[in-house]
C-alpha cells in the first residue's frame, strides 16, 4: 500500500510493547524514501454548503460542562461563583443587583419577556442578519427534566461582561460572560460553511491509489460572532479543479490502535450523571465533591482515578447490595416515585418491597464487613529486612507493601498505583543538623526531604507544589499582645511588608493584628525582642556536598544523584516464574520519590 502511494525503498520493523495489550502489543514502523516521480491528479472536488446551529441555553449541568471545559473550573467552584452572581453583586450607582437567574434547573426554555429583550439587543448590536425571523425555541432531552425554572440567563441582556468588570472577580467575570454569550448566541442566525472534499488519484502510474483531503471555510459567522470560532485540526484547502496535477512532498504513514473509553473528567461525568438519571441539577457538585473528600477517587491531569479505597468500597457495596449498586436503580426508584405522586400509588407497598431485601442484605453485609479482612496480595519482592516474600496489603491509606511475616517482621513500603515501591532516592544536600547525606523520601502528605539517619535526625525540608525546596522558616517569636479574636498570644514574624501579628493558635484560631495598631513604644519594644530573636535563629542554608549553596525553589530533580535509587530483589520464588514467563532481569528498580518511615539501605 505505502508502495503504491510513493513511497520506495520501503522496510517495515517491528518491536515488542510492553505496556501494550492485543494488538497493541506490537508497534510497527515503516519508513521509505519519497518517489520523485509521484504525481497526484485532482480526481474530484465536493463543495458542500453546511450550517452550525447555536446550542441551547445553559442549564445547571451544561453549565458546570462549559465552565470545565473552557475555564478549568470544578463543578464547586463554577456553583459558588453562580450564587454570587445569583444573589447579587454591587453595583456602582445601583446597589446590589442579582446578575443571573435561578442557577440549578434542567429547563432550556426562556421567558417571553427575555426572549424579547434578547432579540431587541441582537437586532441592534449586530443588525438583521443575526436575528432570525422567530425566537429560537429549545426543548430538553432528558425526559425526567422537572423544569421547574427557566434557563440560566442574565436578569439584563444589555449588562454586557465588560461593562462591570470592575465590579466582578475573576472568577465572576468570566462565569459571567461565559453565560452572557451563550444566552445571546442561542438567539443568533446559524453559521455558514463551505465543506470541501477533495480526491486525488495517482497520475504518474496507475496504482489505483486514491487520497482524500477536507476542510471548511466559514462563510458567514452567524452565532459565532458572540461566541468566536473554536480552534480545530480542520484545514483550509486552496482553491482547486479537476485534471490539476500535484507532486507529493511528504508521506508518513501512521500505526493507529482504537483508544480505549478515556476516564472521566469533571465535565463528561456531570454528563453521565445527568444522561443515567443520577442525581439532580443541585447534586451533581456535591456527588463530585464526597467522592474525592472520602478518598474513593484522586484526580490526576484533571481526570479521575479510583484509589484503593475506593475500589474495596466499590467492591463490598456490590458484593452486599448488587441491586442497590446498579446504575438503573436511582432511575426506577424516581419512577416509582413518580407514581406515587401521580397516580396515587400505594407508597407503603412500595416501601415493604424496598426493605424487605434491604433489611436482609444489611445483616448479612454487617456481619461480613465487620469480621472481614483486606486480602494480602502476593507481591514479586523480596522484604530487605528478613528475606521473607512480600505481599500488598491494604490500610487506612491505600495499598502498600508488606512483609508476609508480619507482624514478626514491620517492614513496609508505600507503592505506587501500579504496584512498585516507593523507595529513598539520594540527593546532592547535606543535612544542616548532622553532616550526613539527604535522600528524596514521600509519605500520605507527599514527597519530603530527609536526612539518611530519619527519623533519628527529624530534620526535614518541605517541598513546594512544583516540587522544588522550600527553606525552613525560623521558630515565631511570642509575644505579650493578645490574639483580638481568641486572647492567645500573638506570634510576632518578619514578612514582606515587615513585622506582622499573627495568633499563636494558628490554624485553630486565624485571629490577626496590624501592627500598625500598635504604639510607637510597643512598636520599638517588639522591634528589638524580634531582631535579638532572629539574631538567635539564623535562617538555614542548604549546600551541595561541594558546598554550593542550594537556593529556594530549586527543583528536586535536579539535585537528584545518579545511581542513588534504592532497589529491592525480586523474591527467587517469584523470579523463578517470572523468568519462565517473560524473561526479565532479577532486580527492579523503584520509581523515585518516596519511601516510607523505615526504609532499606542503598544499594551503590
Known amino acids: 500500500m505505502v508502495e503504491a502511494v510513493g513511497l520506495v525503498d520501503v522496510k517495515a520493523t517491528a518491536r515488542d510493547n ?42 445547571t449541568s451544561s453549565l458546570q460542562i462549559a465552565a470545565a471545559n473552557q475555564l478549568g473550573f470544578t463543578t464547586q467552584r463554577t456553583m459558588r461563583a453562580a450564587q454570587q452572581l445569583y444573589e447579587g453583586i454591587a453595583i456602582p450607582g445601583e446597589g446590589q443587583v442579582g446578575l443571573i437567574t435561578y442557577m440549578r434547573t434542567d429547563a432550556t426554555a426562556l421567558s417571553a419577556e427575555a426572549l424579547t429583550q434578547i432579540r431587541g439587543f441582537i437586532e441592534s448590536r449586530f443588525g438583521e442578519p443575526y ?13 425526567d427534566a422537572q423544569e421547574a425554572h427557566e434557563a ?60 482524500r483531503a477536507t476542510g471548511r471555510t466559514l462563510v458567514f459567522d452567524g452565532f459565532l460572532k458572540v461566541l468566536g470560532v473554536q480552534a480545530t485540526d480542520e484545514q483550509t484547502l486552496p482553491t482547486l479543479g479537476e485534471g490539476q496535477a500535484f507532486g507529493a512532498f511528504s508521506i508518513e504513514p501512521q500505526q493507529k490502535f482504537q483508544s480505549p473509553p478515556p476516564r472521566y473528567t ?43 479505597l475506593g475500589e474495596v468500597v466499590t467492591d463490598k457495596l456490590v458484593e452486599a447490595f448488587k441491586d442497590l449498586m446498579d446504575v438503573g436503580y436511582t432511575r426506577a426508584m424516581e419512577a416509582q416515585l413518580d407514581e406515587i405522586e401521580d397516580k396515587g400509588a400505594d407508597w407503603q407497598k412500595m416501601l415493604e418491597r424496598f426493605y424487605g431485601g434491604f433489611r436482609r442484605s444489611l445483616d448479612i453485609a454487617s456481619d461480613t464487613m465487620t469480621h472481614a479482612k483486606a486480602e494480602a496480595q502476593p507481591a514479586i519482592y523480596k522484604c530487605p529486612k528478613c528475606g ?47 553532616g550526613s547525606d539527604m535522600e528524596l523520601r514521600n509519605s500520605r502528605f507527599g514527597p519530603f526531604l530527609a536526612s539518611v539517619n530519619f527519623p533519628h535526625t527529624k530534620f526535614v525540608i518541605n517541598l513546594d507544589k512544583k516540587e522544588g525546596v522550600k527553606l525552613p522558616t525560623p521558630p515565631a517569636l511570642e509575644v505579650d499582645v493578645p490574639c483580638p479574636k481568641c486572647g492567645a498570644a500573638l506570634n510576632l514574624r518578619m514578612g514582606k511588608r515587615g513585622p506582622w501579628l499573627g495568633c499563636s493558635k494558628f490554624p485553630k484560631c486565624r485571629g490577626r493584628l496590624a501592627w500598625t495598631a500598635l504604639d510607637e513604644e510597643k512598636q520599638a519594644a517588639l522591634s528589638k525582642q524580634l531582631t535579638a530573636h532572629e539574631k538567635a535563629h539564623p535562617p538555614v542554608v542548604l549546600k551541595r556536598r561541594d558546598g554550593r549553596v542550594i537556593a529556594e525553589g530549586t527543583p528536586v530533580a535536579e539535585l537528584l544523584i545518579p545511581g542513588g535509587l534504592a532497589e529491592l530483589e525480586i523474591h527467587p520464588d517469584a523470579l523463578a516464574a517470572k523468568s519462565d514467563a517473560e524473561n526479565k532481569p532479577a532486580t527492579v528498580v523503584a520509581a523515585p520519590a518516596a519511601a516510607p518511615e523505615k526504609a532499606p539501605a542503598l544499594r551503590n
Open 152 to 211: 440560566i440567563r442574565p436578569t439584563d441582556i444589555s449588562r454586557r461582561p465588560e461593562d462591570l468588570r470592575e465590579a466582578l472577580t475573576d472568577e465572576q467575570f468570566k462565569l459571567y460572560s461565559l453565560i452572557w454569550s451563550r444566552t445571546v448566541a442561542c438567539q443568533m442566525t446559524p453559521a455558514q460553511w463551505d465543506a470541501t472534499a477533495v480526491m486525488f488519484e495517482r497520475a504518474d502510474k496507475p496504482t489505483g491509489a486514491v487520497v
Open 131 to 143: 436575528l432570525p425571523e422567530k425566537a429560537n425555541i429549545y426543548t430538553s432531552s432528558n425526559k
Open 388 to 434: 521473607s516474600p512480600t505481599c500488598y496489603r491494604f490500610g487506612k491509606n491505600g495499598r502498600f507493601l508488606s512483609c508476609t511475616t508480619y507482624p514478626e517482621c514491620d517492614y513496609a513500603a508505600p507503592i505506587t498505583r501500579d504496584g512498585r515501591p516507593l523507595l529513598p532516592e539520594r540527593v546532592d544536600m547535606v543535612c544542616p543538623d548532622d
Open 18 to 59: 510492553p505496556e501494550g495489550k492485543g494488538p497493541q502489543r506490537t508497534l510497527r514502523t515503516i519508513t521509505g524514501a519519497l518517489d520523485p516521480s509521484a504525481r497526484y491528479r485532482v480526481k474530484s472536488v465536493e463543495t458542500k454548503r453546511t450550517s452550525s446551529r447555536p446550542l441551547a441555553p445553559f442549564i
Open 266 to 308: 469533571e465535565a463528561s461525568l456531570v454528563k453521565t450523571l445527568e444522561a443515567e438519571g443520577i442525581g439532580r441539577p443541585s447534586t451533581y457538585a456535591s456527588i463530585i465533591s464526597v467522592i474525592q473528600e472520602r478518598k474513593y477517587v484522586e484526580q490526576l491531569d484533571r481526570r479521575f482515578y479510583a484509589t484503593d
